[in-house]
C-alpha cells in the first residue's frame, strides 16, 4: 500500500444532505410537541425531536417543504394542520387509518386531503431557522425548521398531554413510541436531569421560545414577538455546525460546536455562537451550554451567514 494512503485526497466524499422539514407546534398553553425516537431507529435515536421528516417524492412532489413537514407531522403524531372544511374533519377512525396507509406508502396524504376537502395550513408554518447536518456525519439532512400556532378550528388530532404512539414502518420497526405537548423550559429541564435526551437544532430552538413563552398561557404578545424572529434575520439563519479546538472545553470532557456568527465563523471579535456538548448513545447530546452573547432580535451579523453557501 503506498504510503500516501489516507491523505486529504482519499477522504470520502461528504454525503449529499437529504431536504428534510421539521414543525415546531405550540399549543394553547405554551407547550411544544415533541415525539420520542424510538431507541433502535437509524436517525436520532431515543432522541426527543419536533415532528418532521425527509421530503418524499412520491408523496411531496409538486409542493413545497411546508406540506413536507405537514405531512410529517400527521405520520408521526397524529395531529393534522388544515383549514376549516365545509366537509367537516374526518373521524378518528378514519384519520388513524389514513396515517397507517400514508405512513406505509399506500395512500397519498394529498390524495386523503382531497378526499375530504382539506387543505393543508402552509399559511399556518413561519421559517424558524435552517440546519445542515455536518459533512463528517454519514446520514446528513438539509432541514428547515418552521414554528406554527396550535389553533383548535384548525387542526385535527390531540392538542395537549400525552399520546403514545406505535406505528409500524414498512420494515417492521417503530419510528416514533411516544408524542406529548410539553412547555419549552420543562423539557430542558427534563434534558439538564437527564432524562431526555436532545440534538443541538432541539435544545437550540427550545431555549430560544423557553425565554418567550413564559406562563401557562400563550399570549398574543409571545405570538406577535414569535412572529417578529420568524420574519427577521433569525428566521432566515442557515446554521452549518463546525466543530472546533477548544482545550479548556476538552479538558472538562466537552466537545465545542460552532454556528455562523461566532468570531471564529465571519463574527466579530468576541462574538459567542456556539454550543459545549456532552453526547450519549445514538449521536444526541446529554448535556448542552449554549453561548450566544448577542440579541437575536437586533444583532445578528447577517454577513457572518452569507459564507454559509461556500461550506
Keep these: 500500500m503506498s504510503s500516501t494512503a489516507g491523505t486529504a485526497r482519499d477522504k470520502p466524499t461528504p454525503a449529499v444532505p437529504r431536504p428534510s422539514a421539521t414543525v415546531i407546534v405550540v399549543n394553547s398553553r405554551n407547550e411544544i410537541l415533541l415525539v420520542h425516537r424510538n431507541p433502535k431507529s437509524k436517525s436520532f435515536a431515543n432522541a426527543h425531536v419536533f415532528p418532521g421528516g425527509n421530503y418524499d417524492k412520491k408523496q411531496d412532489e409538486g409542493h413545497g ?179 472546533v479546538r477548544d482545550p479548556e472545553a476538552q479538558a472538562e470532557g466537552f466537545s465545542v460546536l460552532t454556528y455562523e456568527g461566532d468570531e471564529a465563523r465571519g463574527g466579530s471579535p468576541g462574538r459567542r455562537h456556539r454550543s459545549r456538548l456532552k453526547f450519549g448513545q445514538g449521536g444526541a447530546a446529554n448535556q448542552i451550554l449554549l453561548e450566544r452573547n448577542f440579541d437575536i432580535f437586533t444583532e445578528i451579523e447577517e454577513h457572518a451567514f452569507s459564507q454559509s453557501a461556500k461550506l
Design 65 to 243: 417543504l411546508p406540506f413536507t413537514a405537514i405531512r410529517e407531522l400527521f405520520e408521526e403524531s397524529g395531529l393534522l394542520l388544515v383549514h376549516p372544511s365545509s366537509s367537516g374533519i374526518p373521524s378518528n377512525a378514519e384519520l388513524d387509518a389514513a396515517r397507517e396507509a400514508i405512513h406505509a406508502q399506500q395512500r397519498l396524504f394529498r390524495d386523503f386531503l382531497s378526499e375530504h376537502n382539506l387543505k393543508p395550513n402552509i399559511e399556518g408554518l413561519m421559517p424558524f431557522t435552517r440546519w445542515i447536518t455536518p459533512p463528517n456525519i454519514p446520514r446528513r439532512f438539509d432541514a428547515r425548521f418552521y414554528v406554527t400556532f396550535l389553533d383548535d378550528a384548525r387542526s385535527a388530532g390531540f392538542s395537549s398531554g400525552d399520546k403514545q404512539e406505535r406505528l409500524p414502518t414498512p420494515d417492521g420497526g417503530q419510528e416514533v413510541i411516544e408524542a406529548r405537548f410539553v412547555h419549552p423550559a420543562k423539557a430542558l429541564e427534563e434534558f439538564h436531569a437527564q432524562r431526555i435526551s436532545l440534538f443541538p437544532p432541539q435544545f437550540y430552538l427550545l431555549k430560544t421560545l423557553a425565554d418567550i413563552l413564559h406562563g401557562a398561557q400563550n399570549t398574543a404578545a409571545q405570538r406577535d414577538t414569535v412572529r417578529t424572529l420568524s420574519q427577521g434575520a433569525f428566521g432566515r439563519m442557515v446554521i452549518n455546525p463546525r466543530p
